[in-house]
């Protein structure tokens, strides 16, 4: 619904040209370049990256065919099975249903909200000057739900325009969101454990 409010049917159809293939050397240095950069300057937040930098680097460098693949499915599967098993666990309903965790919980949807929001209009206030038009639906990839924002802004683009498909360009501010998250997570790691 923030979606639609805030963008206009022409908007929404606007398509969007891939402007360059990224060579081999750009998707292996990526990686290495930015887990460089956090590790500097935020090492509280090079654990978090270190995890992403790595699958990213064993997917794209080819050399560890059997292990990148084995990571991408069976490995990630029981990882997330093992993970919403030792959380719900401990979710019991008197500890999880108390106000402070129903407004956790609050306070998260308003800000997917506004991120959602602040996105869509980053992007028209961007069309405004430049040359090439940027579907506003993509601004609201840039929050941090992997896949789930890119398909969702995708799925908006195609019921105005079948033809119209946006989900690798949305990609790009959803991973960055990611990365973005993970960095600002390490920063408030780094200002408790000060504390």
């Known amino acids: ?43 509280d937040a090079a654990p978090l990256l270190g995890m992403f930098c790595f699958g990213n680097l064993m997917r794209e460098s080819g050399v560890v065919e059997r292990l990148s693949d084995t990571v991408q499915n069976g490995l990630i599967n029981i990882v997330t099975i093992f993970l919403g098993l030792s959380v719900g666990a401990k979710l019991v309903a008197d500890k999880f249903l108390q106000p402070q965790t129903l407004g956790i919980l609050l306070l998260g949807v308003i800000a997917f909200g506004i991120g959602t929001a602040a996105g869509v209009l980053m992007a028209k206030l961007l069309n405004l000057c430049s040359k090439n038009k940027i579907n506003p639906l993509i601004g609201s990839a840039g929050v941090s739900a992997v896949p789930m924002a890119a398909r969702v802004s995708n799925k908006v683009g195609l019921e105005s325009d079948a033809q119209n498909f946006l989900l690798m360009h949305a990609m790009g501010p959803n991973v960055a969101g990611v990365i973005g998250s993970a960095i600002a997570a390490g920063v408030m790691l780094k200002y408790v454990l000060a504390m």
């Open 1 to 43: 619904p923030i979606m639609r409010a805030l963008t206009s049917e022409k908007e929404r159809k606007i398509r969007m040209v891939q402007l360059r293939t990224v060579s081999k050397r750009e998707k292996i240095l990526f990686p290495v370049v930015l887990l460089l950069l956090v590790a500097l300057l935020l090492p």
